[in-house]
T-cell receptor, first 114, second 116 residues
Framework: DAMVIQNPRYQVTQFGKPVTLSCSQT?????MYWYQQKSSQAPKLLFH???????NEADTPDNFQSRRPNTSFCFLDIRSPGLGDAAMYLC?????????????FGPGTRLTVT | AQSVTQPDIHITVSEGASLELRCNYS??????LFWYVQSPGQGLQLLLK??????LVQGIKGFEAEFKRSQSSFNLRKPSVHWSDAAEYFC??????????????FGKGTKLSVKP
């Protein structure tokens, strides 16, 4: 089945230690998104790639970066995690056009910062 | 500005009872509307979507939703709830242009509990 895969599912990092979260997709979608979801809150969009074009949300902290080396993979880098960055990080994809808004989500990576 | 309101934070229904989850949106044009479900510790799964046409849309798992433009609503319904439906439900509107194109504006979610 075509899907969105996130690794690892659980990640523990230390305060200030860089961490990278991974997302891959077999849907061949143009667009890949990263969301942050804190406990009992709605997902919050951090940024997205349309093909190789990077689109950062205005309120996404500089501490968060992303890379998309090819269509299938996208990475979220947190350069210096703080305690407030502990959250579920969700990757999603969409196919562009009218399907732009029809997003398919991975299972998420739960990040703990100690 | 676009927004989505889910007035009910938490709803409890008995297994076999009917369900309606409310969603109101604020958007200037014809919206693209979605319902997603999230089980604990999992990602979001698309239940159904409305882009245009028939205002009653059918989704997976026996869910349906009705778009009512006059009320700016897109309520989710299920005639008979199963214990496995216990989860959090998010309504979302597709909005934005330019740099925010493709952005989904989510409501804060409604947590559904199912009594045996």
């Amino acid at each position: 089945d075509a899907m969105v895969i996130q690794n690892p599912r659980y990640q523990v990092t230390q305060f200030g230690k860089p961490v990278t979260l991974s997302c891959s997709q077999t849907l061949n979608h143009n667009v890949m998104y990263w969301y942050q979801q804190k406990s009992s809150q709605a997902p919050k969009l951090l940024f997205h790639y349309y093909d190789k074009d990077f689109n950062n949300e205005a309120d996404t902290p500089d501490n968060f970066q992303s890379r998309r080396p090819n269509t299938s993979f996208c990475f979220l880098d947190i350069r210096s995690p703080g305690l407030g960055d502990a959250a579920m990080y969700l990757c999603a994809t969409s196919g562009g056009g009218q399907g732009f808004y029809e997003q398919y989500f991975g299972p998420g990576t739960r990040l703990t910062v100690t | 500005a676009q927004s989505v309101t889910q007035p009910d934070i938490h709803i409890t229904v008995s297994e076999g009872a009917s369900l309606e989850l409310r969603c109101n949106y604020s958007y200037g044009a014809t919206p693209y509307l979605f319902w997603y479900v999230q089980s604990p510790g999992q990602g979001l799964q698309l239940l159904l979507k409305y882009f245009s046409g028939d205002t009653l849309v059918q989704g997976i798992k026996g869910f349906e939703a009705e778009f009512k433009r006059s009320q700016s609503s897109f309520n989710l319904r299920k005639p008979s709830v199963h214990w496995s439906d216990a989860a959090e439900y998010f309504c979302a509107v597709g909005a934005g242009y330019g740099g925010s194109q493709g952005n989904l504006i989510f409501g804060k979610g409604t947590k559904l509990s199912v009594k045996p």
